[in-house]
């Protein structure tokens, strides 16, 4: 059956587009689109024209898995070209959410009438694109430049609500979609209501604006070229003819879909639905029902965690070691709550609404009727067993018991358990009610029941899951431990702290190493040293941390750590001379170091270790290391990751920078992983 088909309904044409599961405009959809519009524009039956969507939404825009392939006519700009010559009132009718090129196919209609729980969006930008089907050229002639630069550059959808506000939607329509835009359609007829072509309108813009947008989003966008080139699209769109306009946006959109930004941000895009395919789990995996919510441990990462559950409809109970620290620990979420009301991202009664489903208790028995047990205390293995302990007095045999350990051996954790198939790791990252990602680790016996429940529950928490197999600081936390050395390594070295952030943070990560440790406390990563032994890790590398953290220096928190916080952010001097004293006491040499060697040291320790990970099959492809590490860590997304970034860098030249590095720094870190050497191969055999 074709994916688009219309018929007839009084005097009204219906065009409905069915291509499942999002009616993205893949060639067959342009081509059916195309042939069906020219069909019903010739009959003079035909009034006017609806255009609809069946499934679960209008069209989420082109079909991305079609960028790189070689173009098959008619392409979007084309078809669209065609229905600005369309004479009859053209109908676009939104349900679910119309984004990129579907957003842009009802902006080539001539009126939008949308569902209220529709959104329109044009998310190019998140793809590492501009809208390139006009979008650029349209909407700021519909809302104006300023309106038109927020969706774009912001790439976020907006409610109907909105869009009727703005200008972008002419009707909302309550019940029935089509019915409604059926009556709407009649009326326009009737009342003989006249074509409205976008592209006739002129676009309103202040002076200055695009001078003070590309200020607006220097930060924010550091590093992406798509925000800057929609501005520039939007800009052009203000100063020249409107095909002048769509030229230029052409232009554009072809330089960014061959960009290596724009691959990095599409292999992010699949990647990150990838990681949820998880072999042995399908339709037929029997999902647990959670609907109540418990976690253990009331301090900032718990809750966090229970924010998550609570602003999705989720009863939590909320477990502390006395009453006390219970009313403290909900305190706390309540303060979480009101610096989130300041902000403007919340209103109060939501928060009422959200703090209505939370108790607090420091009685075990009153988790007896949780669905999902989240301990999230101290991070020692005793204590965890201890709750384990406990909780096999207070649960039943289906309860979810998950531990948010960040390097904990969870199959010791589950030992204790009355049923350790119930036990997996639930690692989220701070702050938790704010990172996007879920480390799922499973244990050698966890129920794949469980593991399909918890990948479901972290869809409806809004976060992006990545299953994990149990090794110390699963994916993501093992990475960052070599990141971290090399970083204290250099430090050892002679390259001065400030330097090295600095590298760091120009290569696109949100902040330099040490800013980071400063951030969340230096004392927590010596703390969890202190149980390893002196072969677990190296000891040189995180010297300088020790005894900052032995000084009262472990970071914001207490006004200094590798910085000093007065007010201002400074290099700590004592940093330099502890990194003096301990390169002495280990007998490491001193010396310049390129910046070169600052950014390739980290990042290639971080690459090699990611690739072990996965030779190990603790992650269960590259592509998860990769969401790992943009979603917790913040890898700049423009590089789509360490492993896609190896990829484009080449691996030839970093097994060759690695055993460059291996001479002067000893095989211990640089061993390669026998997944980058065989891909080093597979490279130069395809290079010969
Ligand atoms: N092209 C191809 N495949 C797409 C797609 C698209 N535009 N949008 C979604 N899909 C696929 C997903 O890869 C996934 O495939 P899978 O089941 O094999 O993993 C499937 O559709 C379902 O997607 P989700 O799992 O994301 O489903 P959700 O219901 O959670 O979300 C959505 C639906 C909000 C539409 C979300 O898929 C989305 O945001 N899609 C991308 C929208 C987008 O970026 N559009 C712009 C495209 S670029 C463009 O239009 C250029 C133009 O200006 C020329």
């Known amino acids: 059956m074709s994916v688009v088909t219309s018929r007839i309904e009084n005097n009204i044409s219906i065009i409905t587009i069915d291509n499942p599961p999002v009616n993205a405009l893949s060639h067959a959809v342009r081509q059916g689109l195309s042939d069906e519009l020219k069909g019903v524009s010739k009959n003079d039956d035909v009034a006017a024209i609806i255009i609809i969507c069946n499934g679960r939404t209008f069209c989420a825009g082109a079909d991305i898995s079609e960028f790189g392939k070689p173009p098959k006519s008619p392409g979007l700009p ?11 009132p053209l109908v676009a009718a939104v349900h679910g959410t119309a984004l990129g090129g579907g957003f842009e196919l009802t902006l080539c209609c001539h009126y939008r009438v949308m569902e209220s729980a529709a959104k329109v969006g044009l998310p190019e930008v998140n793809l590492g694109l501009i809208p390139g089907a006009g979008g650029t050229q349209r909407l700021p002639r519909l809302i104006g430049a300023q ?3 927020d969706m774009i550059c912001g790439g976020k959808p907006i409610s109907a609500k909105k869009a009727y506000e703005i200008g972008i939607a002419d009707h909302i329509s309550k019940e029935n979609l089509l019915k409604e835009t059926i009556k709407y359609t009649e009326d326009l007829i009737k009342e003989g209501k006249p074509t409205k072509r976008l592209r006739d309108l002129d676009v309103v813009a202040a002076n200055d604006l695009f001078k003070e947008y590309r200020k607006k989003i220097a930060h924010k966008s550091r590093g992406f070229l798509a925000p800057f080139a929609a501005i520039e699209a939007v800009q052009a769109a203000s100063e020249l003819s409107f095909d002048q306009g ?15 930004q724009s691959k990095a941000q599409r292999h992010l895009f699949f990647s990150e639905r990838a990681a949820s395919k998880i072999p042995g789990i399908d339709k037929t995996t029997p999902i647990r029902d959670v609907k109540k919510v418990a976690i253990i441990g009331g301090g900032l990462m718990g809750c966090g965690i229970a924010i998550n559950f609570l602003n999705n409809g989720f009863p939590v109970t909320l477990l502390e070691v006395s009453a006390d620290a219970a009313t403290a620990a909900k305190e706390k979420i309540e303060n979480i709550y009101r610096s989130t009301i300041k902000k403007g991202r919340m209103s109060e009664d939501q928060m009422n609404s959200s703090m209505a489903l939370l108790t607090a208790s420091d009685d075990y028995n009153d988790l007896s009727a949780s669905d999902l047990i989240i301990e999230a205390v101290f991070e020692d293995m005793a204590i965890k067993k201890q709750v384990i302990n406990n909780l096999n007095k207070v649960t039943d045999e289906n309860a979810i018991i998950a531990t948010n350990t960040s390097f904990l051996d969870i199959n010791e954790i589950a030992e204790g358990a009355a049923h350790p198939e119930n036990v997996i790791g639930l690692h989220f990252f701070s702050p938790a009610h704010i990172m996007p990602l879920l480390e799922i680790v499973k244990t050698d016996k966890s129920d794949i029941g469980v593991i399909a429940t918890a990948l479901k529950l972290a869809k409806s928490i809004g976060k992006t899951p990545v299953v994990s197999g149990v090794c110390y600081g699963f994916i993501a936390n093992r990475m960052s431990s070599c990141y971290g050395r090399e970083a204290g390594l250099l430090l050892l ?9 600095k590298t760091l943070y120009d290569f696109g990560m949100p902040m330099g190493m040490f800013s980071m440790l400063d951030m969340a406390g230096i004392d927590i990563g010596v703390m969890a040293r202190e149980k390893l032994s002196s072969e677990e890790y190296d000891e040189r590398a995180f010297s300088v941390h020790a005894a900052l953290v032995k000084s009262g220096q472990k970071g914001k928190k207490t006004g200094a750590g590798f910085y000093k916080y007065n007010g201002d952010k400074t290099p700590n001097q004592r940093v330099a001379e502890l990194s003096a004293e301990m390169a002495d006491k280990y007998g490491v040499k001193r010396r310049d170091i390129t910046t070169k060697e600052i950014e390739e040291r980290c990042i290639f320790a971080l690459i090699n270790e990611g690739f072990k990970i996965v030779e190990e099959g603790i992650a269960l492809r590259a592509s998860d290391v990769d969401v790992v590490y943009t979603l917790g860590f913040g890898f700049p997304r423009y590089r789509g990751g360490p492993l896609h970034y190896a990829q484009q860098l080449g691996f030839t030249y970093i097994l060759k920078r690695m055993k460059e590095f291996a001479k002067t720094q000893g095989d211990r870190w640089w061993a390669p992983s026998k997944m980058l050497v065989k891909l080093a191969e597979e490279e130069r055999e395809e290079n010969v």
């Open 78 to 88: 084309e078809l669209m070209a065609e229905m600005d010559m369309i004479e009859k």
């Open 147 to 149: 309106e038109a630069l």
């Open 246 to 260: 769509v030229a230029f946006e052409r232009e554009k959109f072809k330089e960014l879909v061959s960009s290596p």
């Open 493 to 501: 070295e002679g390259a001065p702290v400030d330097r090295i952030d």
